[in-house]
Structure formats: C-alpha cells, structure tokens
C-alpha cells in the first residue's frame, strides 16, 4: 500500500483497529486521514465511492491537467482511467505533490486565490477511498468532465511568438526564449493576461519579461542570432541586463487578473522576451503560444515587480539541506506597501522558501513553500494581501538539497546553478 496514513477512527466502540493492515474497512465506518503538511486530521464519516466523492474532487482540481492532449501523463475523466491509479492519486495528493502549487495554503502563512490546493477532507476522501478498493458508486451520478476556463474576453494585445518553434526532442525538457515585439508604441498598462498554449501537451510553463533597455534588447538579440532556429536556449531568467517579470503562467490556470486599479508598465517600443520551458516526457511537437492580454493606457495605481533575493549562494555538495538567507529593508521613504502577490523562484535543488518580514520585532509570514517543485513557478495573488512599512526588515531563507552533486553549485541561471528570490507584485 502507499505512504499514505490511514487511521481507522473508532466510531464509538474504540476498538482501536487500523485500516493500514490491507483489510478493506466495512461500509461507512468512518476513517480518519491525517493532513501531513497542514498537521490537522479531517474524518471521513462513511466509504466514498468514485461517482459521488471522488469524481468530484478530481474534475475540480485535477481535470484542467489530466485531459486528452494535456500536460500531465495520463487524463483522469472516468472512473475506468481513475479506479487503477487510485493508490497513487492517495500518495501524491497527501503529500501534496498533486495538484501542483509550491506556496503553502494551510493557512498559517497565508492562503491564495484560486490555490490549485485540496482542503484536508478532501485529501481524506480519497485516501478513504483508495484504502475501500476504489468503489464505483452509482456512474450515472457522476459529474461531466468540466469545460475548460473561459478566455480573456477583453483582451486587446496579442504577444505572439510569432513562428512555430518545434522543441529539440533530443532533451526532455527544453527552456527557450523568444524575442518578441509587442507593437506598442506608447507605454502601456498591463492589467491581464492568459497564455494560449500553441500546443499544450509540451507547454509546461511561460515567463514573459519586459526588456526595459536598447541594451538589453540588443543582448537578447544576439543570444538569438547565436543559435540556430527561433529563439535561444534559456533557463531560470532570460540572460540579458535589464529585463522585468510581468507574466508566470503554468497548466492549468485560466486569466490572470491584477487587482483591480493596477497594472505593470509596459515601455511603449520595447520588446519583450517569453520563455517557454517544454516537457517533451510526452513526444516534441511544434508549438506557437501566445499571450493574450489586457492593456490600458493608464492604471490608478502602477504596480512593480519587487524582489527580495539572497546573492552570492554557494552550497556545498552532498547536503541533504543547506540554506542561505539574506535580509533587507523596506526603504525608510517606502510608507506602506502592499503585497499583492508573489512568486518564488529556485532551480532543481531547491527544496524549501520562505519569506518574512519584521516590524518593530513582530514576525509577519509572507510565503512558506515546503516542497518546491521548479516546474509549477508562477504568480500567485493573496486573498489578504499583507502590507509592510518603510523600515521594516524582510528576510528570506531557502534551503536546498545538494546531496545528487559532487561540486559547489553556485549562483547562476545556469540549469546547475541556483536562485533565491521571491519576487512581490506591490503598489504603494
Ligand atoms: C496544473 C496541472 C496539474 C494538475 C491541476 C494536476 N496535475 Fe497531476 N500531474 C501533472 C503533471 C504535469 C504530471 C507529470 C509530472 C509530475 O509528476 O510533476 C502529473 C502527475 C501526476 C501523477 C503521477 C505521479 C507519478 O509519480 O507518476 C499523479 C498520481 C497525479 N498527477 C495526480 C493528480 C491529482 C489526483 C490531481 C488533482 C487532485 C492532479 N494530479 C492535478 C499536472 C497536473
């Protein structure tokens, strides 16, 4: 059986018994399922059946992925695809590996909107489930496999990679960048996005980057002209001086939508570069995403990418974790701050990030990843949004796991090399 903990819950009689024996508990005896990562335990008071609990469960918070021609491996749209996997699907969301979200949403540092996140009876349902030999229920009760999220009905600005780029098969994943130009003239607002994958069984994630000088573009510009076909290799950033974050996106999500009043600038006669990381565990396809988004020519209040970063990081090898941290202060001058959203960032051996801030002595959560998977970076936007003051200190600490190395791994954008930034969509 899998790693997941089942604890039988003794209804009333205390018997004490537990269902980790392999016998299939008797029907409706409630089952108690421990939360690993959020420590509480949620009772699942009778047996689920796929048509009524589970099915539920994954056509909400699974099916965007597991499709026909999705990103993920295999689709997970009837009780037949289901029912074989459903030890697996126990172990992976108890340990909170699927669905895929790096920052904690337990709620001790913070919860996030539309956090690709199960609550804890959820994952109890399915342990339950997986533990009773996957029952069917009634199939006819069963919820239809959703409709995919609806597009960005007003957007009015295409970033198009403007040819098809068939990733090289011979990786599995490969990491490109494009230069691309937005075709505004004037500065402009970005106030929300969708990525439209070209094809989206290699699409695994997309990081647009506003390039804000002639510098940088000209940079990009010859990491292109360097290498054969559209685009250059990439990985992490885009490799070039002056560029800013404005758009994460992986599977899975529909439009993102800054809060309401603000936007990112966009420099009119600028260009920008998108990075597309494909998986290719699946088959190399050509693929020609785009960005369909909302700009205006004008927000109340102009947001910033802010980010706070720990520099230098040199980890010794063999480490099963070893961290760095770095400290900075909020500008004296900053007055108050809000904290829209954030976006942490390590390579593949980062296993752990977390960030704080410190007002006269008073510790504040601002994000908590536990178990960071470089493959699911994006933006996420808080349900509370935290504000921080001038003066006050933020801190972040990440932790990685070099015991697969033989060397240092150092700083860098390289694919060996490591990141520690969390980076903050703010306004004033
Ligand atoms: C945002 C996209 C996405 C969502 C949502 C998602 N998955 Fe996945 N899932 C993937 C991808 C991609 C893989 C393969 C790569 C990996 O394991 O990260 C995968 C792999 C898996 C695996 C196989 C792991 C293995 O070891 O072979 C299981 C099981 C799984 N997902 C279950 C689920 C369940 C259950 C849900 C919903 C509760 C879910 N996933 C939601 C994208 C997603």
């Not at 205390?14 to 016998?23: I, V």
């Not at 597009?151 to 040819?163: F, K, P, Q, S």
């Not at 130009?181 to 069984?201: C, H, M, N, Q, S």
């Not at 994006?378 to 935290?386: D, I, N, V």
Request: a negative charge; hydrophobic letters at 35%; charged letters at 20%.
């Amino acid at each position: 059986m899998g790693l997941f903990a089942v604890l039988a819950a003794a209804c009333g009689g205390g018997d004490g018994s537990t269902g980790s024996s392999g016998t299939t508990p008797p029907p409706d005896t409630p089952v108690t399922v421990l939360d690993p990562t959020c420590g509480v335990e949620a009772t699942v008071p009778k047996t689920p059946t796929y048509a009524e609990d589970v099915a539920p469960i994954l056509m909400k918070n699974c099916a965007t992925c597991h499709t026909n021609g999705g990103i993920a491996p295999f689709p997970l749209l009837d009780y037949e695809q289901t029912k074989p996997l459903a030890g697996l699907l126990a172990e992976r969301t108890t340990a909170r590996e699927m669905p895929p979200f790096n920052p904690n949403n337990c709620g001790h540092c913070n919860t996030f909107q539309d956090a690709r996140w199960l609550t804890s009876e959820e994952i109890a349902t399915i342990s339950a489930w997986a533990e009773a030999g996957a029952p069917a229920g009634d199939l006819t009760k069963a919820p239809a496999k959703p409709e995919p999220p609806a597009g960005l009905a007003d957007a009015n600005l295409t970033i198009d990679m403007g040819v098809a780029y068939t990733p090289d098969g011979s990786k599995v994943d490969d990491y490109r960048c494009f230069i691309v130009d937005p075709g505004i003239t004037a500065d402009k607002f970005l106030t929300a996005y969708e990525v439209v994958p070209g094809d989206p069984r290699v699409v695994h994630h997309v990081i647009a980057f506003a390039l804000d000088t002639a510098a940088a573009e000209a940079e990009a510009e010859s990491l292109d002209a360097a290498e054969a076909g559209p685009g250059y290799t990439c990985f992490g950033g885009p490799g070039v001086g002056a560029s800013r974050f404005v758009v994460g996106w992986a599977p899975g999500g529909g439009p993102t939508r800054f809060p309401a009043g603000t936007g990112l600038r966009l420099e009119g006669g600028r260009k920008m570069v998108v990075q597309v990381h494909y998986n290719l565990a699946g088959g190399a396809f050509p693929d020609q995403t785009r960005i369909a988004a909302v700009v205006q020519d004008s927000v109340e209040k102009e947001a910033t990418i802010s980010r706070i970063a720990a520099q230098g990081i040199n980890l010794p090898p063999q480490q099963p974790m070893t961290t760095v941290t770095n400290d900075e202060p909020v500008p004296a001058g900053a007055g108050a701050v809000t904290l829209w959203g954030v976006a942490p960032h390590m390579h593949g051996t980062g296993k752990t990030l977390h960030v704080e801030a410190e007002h006269e002595g008073q510790k504040q959560c601002l994000l908590d990843v536990g178990n960071w998977d470089f493959h699911w970076q994006s933006f996420s936007m808080y349900e509370t949004p935290p504000k921080v003051q001038g003066g006050d200190t933020i801190r972040i600490t990440c932790g990685y796991d070099t015991t697969g190395r033989d060397t240092v791994t150092q700083q860098g954008e390289g694919t060996e090399d490591e990141m520690c930034i969390a980076f903050f969509y703010v306004t004033r």
